[in-house]
């Protein structure tokens, strides 16, 4: 620990986004970075608390202290290294995560002002590449080899670590590129997709072979591999079935996330398959991440008005006493899409979809309310009658994923992400990734030998 009283002295700073009427006219990644020296000043905030909870909170088991403490001290190689004996792609979490560190900060839990955690890895993967630290490995091989089904954070993560143990690694996906939702779901404005690709040269360059168009049917897996590692995600989106949902102008979220990620990367598509928010106006049914990624690609698209709703009520702004740390704070969320402008509301039901000629022009929506469960469980929710259309010609449905129902497999086959979990985090899967890789290395050096 460098700087002992930097946390006294030195405020949390963040990098922040682009200004808004700059980034909205494009896809390009949202947030900033500080220069080094604000780098090192943030990184020498880090107390090196006694019990890190924010390693504790991190699904990889990240050890922040270690490496904010070579940060400040300018050892960028050596806060790489610390970094990347627990995290296989910085570069994915330093962008994307939500920051469970974070919440669990000391700095966070006294005054709200958390070690800029999440930015400070980001910077010292970033510098790992540009230095020129992140070069390919070789690794002896075992002879064995290990087949992965789905090339998402989770199967990048086990084919990654089952590589470094010598397997000879196949990563099958089912679609034209490799990356899962950080291909085809999360927008450019959050994670530009070089960054996927550069890390897939890494790997690649390592003895990882990628096999995209594999649509693998997972009851007949493909022979001559010693173990597999199934990655396949949660394909399904939550539907509404209410009446109206066969109107034209509907779409899942993911329709329109991963058609504008395609259209970025060079693929045409002619006007009766775009799905866009040009001129129109945008309703997005679901108040998650996946709706806020929908509001900032509906306005990149040129939406008229773009509206979000959330059954669920708002919850509260900054803390929320009924869910103290440990626990996850559910407090609002303001992403940089909210920032770039739309109208959030909560505690409305769809009832059903109007349309004209077969075309959606709004939702019929009603307000509940929401009592607390004497049983404790979730809030019990009333129906108040107060019933009104929202006008729209786009509806996006961003209401989670189905947690996917997997054939029973045999001994050798492992599940690993959110095709074991449900719909998650790509920390999680990243972390689900390794331990699937573990498992798997655990499973074929203890069985006997033919
Ligand atoms: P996936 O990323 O879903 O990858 C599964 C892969 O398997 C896919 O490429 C699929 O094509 C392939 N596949 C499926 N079946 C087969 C088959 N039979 N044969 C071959 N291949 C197959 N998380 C965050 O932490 N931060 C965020 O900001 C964030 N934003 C998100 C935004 C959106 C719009 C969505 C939808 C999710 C977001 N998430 C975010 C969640 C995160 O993306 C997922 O939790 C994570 O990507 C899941 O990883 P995975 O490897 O389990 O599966």
């Not at 963040?14 to 390009?28: K, L, W």
């Not at 993967?125 to 064995?144: D, H, L, M, T």
Request: hydrophobic share 35%; net charge neutral; proline share 7%.
């Amino acid at each position: 620990m460098g700087n002992p009283k930097a946390f006294l002295t030195i405020p949390r700073q963040e990098a922040e986004y682009r200004p808004v009427h700059d980034r909205i006219t494009d896809f390009g990644e949202v947030e900033q970075t500080l220069n080094t020296s604000e780098r090192k000043l943030q990184a020498s905030r880090c107390m090196d608390c006694g019990v890190p909870f924010c390693h504790w909170a991190c699904p990889l088991g990240n050890r922040p202290p270690e490496f904010q403490d070579a940060l400040y001290k300018g050892k960028w190689r050596e806060a790489y290294d610390i970094l990347t004996q627990t995290n296989d792609f910085p570069e994915f979490t330093g962008r994307i995560c939500p920051a469970l560190c974070e919440k669990s900060c000391v700095l966070q839990l006294s005054i709200d002002a958390p070690v800029t955690i999440r930015e400070d890895e980001a910077a010292i993967i970033e510098a790992a590449f540009r230095e020129g630290y992140v070069q390919p490995r070789s690794y002896r091989r075992n002879g064995k080899r290990v087949a992965v089904i789905g090339s998402g954070p989770a199967g990048l993560a086990a084919a990654n670590q089952l590589n470094r143990r010598g397997y000879e690694v196949t990563v099958f996906e089912r679609l034209e590129y490799i990356g899962g939702l950080l291909r085809f779901g999360i927008p450019n404005f959050k994670l530009n997709k070089p960054i996927i690709d550069r890390r897939i040269r890494v790997m690649e360059a390592e003895g990882i072979r990628f096999e995209v168009n594999a649509d693998i049917d997972l009851t007949h897996l493909p022979e001559g591999f010693d173990a597999y590692c199934v990655c396949t995600g949660t394909p399904q989106a939550r539907d509404l079935n209410i009446p109206g949902r066969e109107l034209k102008g509907i779409h899942f979220a993911l329709e329109m996330l991963a058609q504008q990620n395609r259209v970025l990367a060079g693929q045409t598509f002619s006007d009766k398959e775009r799905v866009t928010a040009k001129g129109k106006d945008v309703l997005v049914i679901g108040g998650g991440d996946t709706g806020s990624d929908c509001i900032g690609t509906s306005n990149r698209q040129g939406a008229k008005s773009v509206t979000q709703i959330e059954i669920m009520p708002q919850p509260p702004v900054g803390k929320n006493p009924a869910t103290p740390w440990p626990q996850w704070p559910v407090i609002l969320k303001t992403s940089s899409s909210h920032e770039e402008g739309c109208v959030r509301r909560w505690s409305l039901s769809s009832v059903r979809f109007l349309g004209e000629k077969g075309h959606v022009t709004g939702v019929e929506v009603e307000a509940v309310d929401w009592l607390p469960n004497p049983d404790g469980g979730r809030p019990l929710m009333k129906h108040t009658g107060k019933k009104e259309v929202l006008k729209a010609d786009l509806v996006l449905l961003a209401m989670g994923f189905l947690k996917p129902e997997l054939p029973a497999f045999a001994p050798q086959v492992f599940v690993a992400g959110d095709a074991a979990t449900g719909a998650s985090l790509v920390v999680r899967c990243i972390a689900s990734g390794r331990r699937a890789a573990a498992d798997i290395d655990r499973f074929l050096t203890s069985a006997p030998a033919e």
